[in-house]
């Protein structure tokens, strides 16, 4: 793959954006292995840069329960990129990144409600593994604390968040690893950056405290654009003024505005990020959805054939999925009122309420044993009939990926990115 690093791309989407080449940069959230493939497969058609988004629920160290894509650490998750881009032979600009980094960012962690030090210790252990995998950019997000309230309180956050960037360029140097890049900030909607003035306020601290210590300005700062994802649905109010005021604010210091919570945004507000000067936004959940949706449809197919005689022994996959997902109880935190505090028998009791956790979140389960020995058994069966399921769900991933990769203008960017380099380094 290519050696641009994040810093060096996105000073050259810069120059490109003063040239009138507009484009947002996309992060995805590596749902699971098919989900990366999918998307290394349009990026190779497409010619697009990969950020590749883990927060620590999704992949973490051995020692903090790794995570549910696929029960990776940072190295096997590193590994299966490289993997799955030399099997596919892509060879263009994919980058690791760390979402949600930081202290209480596992959910375990909130829920034990840890001491401050403790919960600052195992951020810095979780961020060391980063930086020895490989990553290329450390979200640094110090914004949840359980003993804080809703709000945790601005001046703590800048200190949190310089301390962590000091720990992670000091055993960076030790290491004798190259330069990584940093994103900082949070898209929550009570996180504190939800004003022009906040925002500012927040950049001008950060960045007078880094200078001071002589550390790394970050390249992304998150803002609140109006985004909020909720089950399967954007519920936020896009406010496109708003960010475009805070791009214009980022940019005066340097940085690029990171918007997160993009998830199921119409194509008519995402025609607008590159114009706006939205340097970057991130997806996620969405693609779990759309995968799940995947292999529902093929149990239809599959139960389709078991009513007609066709397939002799269909699988238990819906009915396994649907149990194992309410089982995780990751739901509940983003199921709202009675329905969150509800025990999970009388869930499993509720039809449909079982279904829409199901359909929102079976990606949780996809690393189970039970939903991966049925889900083996349907494969098997539509396989024997001439279908081909990996390859379906695969396309299917890759239509709602393209949908960002069109509206975002991101189509051929590596080579704009790469001619702009070359241009500098021959200037």
């Known amino acids: 793959m290519l050696s641009i690093t994040i810093d060096e791309m996105t000073h050259a989407l810069y120059k490109l954006e003063d040239k009138g080449c507009r484009a947002t940069l996309l992060g995805i959230g590596p749902m699971s292995e098919t989900l990366i493939e999918a998307a290394l497969i349009l990026a190779k058609e497409k010619d697009f840069p990969v950020m590749l988004i883990a927060s620590r629920n999704q992949i973490d160290s051995d020692e903090f329960g790794r995570g549910y894509v696929c029960n990776w650490d940072q190295n096997d998750f590193v590994q299966a990129v490289r993997s799955i881009a030399g099997k596919i032979g892509f060879d263009g600009l994919c980058y690791i990144c760390r979402d949600h980094g930081g202290p209480w960012q596992r959910d375990k962690e909130r829920g034990d409600k840890l001491p401050p030090e403790e919960a600052m210790d195992i951020a810095k252990r979780s961020y060391l593994a980063d930086l020895k995998a490989g990553f290329d950019l450390l979200h640094i997000d110090p914004t949840k604390d359980p003993h804080a309230g809703p709000v945790v309180s601005m001046e703590s956050v800048l200190d949190r968040t310089v301390e962590l960037i000091d720990y992670v360029e000091g055993e960076r140097k030790?290491?004798?690893?190259?330069?990584?890049?940093?994103?900082?900030?949070?898209?929550?909607?009570?996180?504190?950056?939800?004003?022009?003035?906040?925002?500012?306020?927040?950049?001008?601290?950060?960045?007078?405290?880094?200078?001071?210590?002589?550390?790394?300005?970050?390249?992304?700062?998150?803002?609140?654009?109006?985004?909020?994802?909720?089950?399967?649905?954007?519920?936020?109010?896009?406010?496109?003024?708003?960010?475009?005021?805070?791009?214009?604010?980022?940019?005066?210091?340097?940085?690029?505005?990171?918007?997160?919570?993009?998830?199921?945004?119409?194509?008519?507000?995402?025609?607008?990020?590159?114009?706006?000067?939205?340097?970057?936004?991130?997806?996620?959940?969405?693609?779990?959805?759309?995968?799940?949706?995947?292999?529902?449809?093929?149990?239809?197919?599959?139960?389709?054939?078991?009513?007609?005689?066709?397939?002799?022994?269909?699988?238990?996959?819906?009915?396994?999925?649907?149990?194992?997902?309410?089982?995780?109880?990751?739901?509940?935190?983003?199921?709202?009122?009675?329905?969150?505090?509800?025990?999970?028998?009388?869930?499993?009791?509720?039809?449909?309420?079982?279904?829409?956790?199901?359909?929102?979140?079976?990606?949780?389960?996809?690393?189970?044993?039970?939903?991966?020995?049925?889900?083996?058994?349907?494969?098997?069966?539509?396989?024997?009939?001439?279908?081909?399921?990996?390859?379906?769900?695969?396309?299917?991933l890759k239509r709602s990926l393209e949908r960002y990769v069109d509206c975002l203008g991101l189509t051929g960017l590596t080579g704009k990115i790469k001619e702009e380099i070359q241009k500098g380094v021959q200037s």
């Open 174 to 396: 030790k290491l004798g690893l190259p330069r990584i890049a940093y994103e900082v900030g949070t898209e929550e909607t009570n996180g504190g950056l939800t004003s022009e003035g906040a925002y500012t306020e927040f950049i001008e601290k950060l960045t007078n405290m880094l200078i001071e210590k002589g550390l790394p300005l970050p390249v992304f700062i998150v803002g609140q654009t109006g985004t909020l994802t909720r089950l399967t649905e954007n519920v936020g109010r896009f406010n496109p003024l708003f960010a475009e005021k805070l791009s214009d604010i980022a940019k005066k210091y340097g940085v690029g505005l990171k918007e997160h919570n993009a998830d199921y945004l119409s194509d008519a507000i995402l025609l607008m990020h590159p114009s706006l000067g939205v340097t970057a936004a991130n997806v996620a959940p969405e693609y779990g959805v759309v995968e799940t949706a995947a292999y529902l449809t093929l149990a239809e197919i599959e139960k389709t054939y078991g009513d007609l005689g066709i397939i002799e022994h269909p699988s238990l996959f819906v009915q396994v999925l649907r149990t194992e997902a309410v089982r995780t109880e990751r739901w509940r935190k983003w199921l709202m009122g009675a329905d969150a505090a509800k025990p999970v028998d009388e869930v499993l009791n509720d039809e449909q309420l079982a279904n829409l956790i199901m359909r929102v979140g079976g990606h949780y389960t996809f690393e189970i044993q039970a939903v991966k020995r049925e889900m083996k058994v349907m494969f098997g069966n539509l396989s024997a009939h001439g279908m081909d399921p990996q390859k379906y769900t695969v396309e299917t």
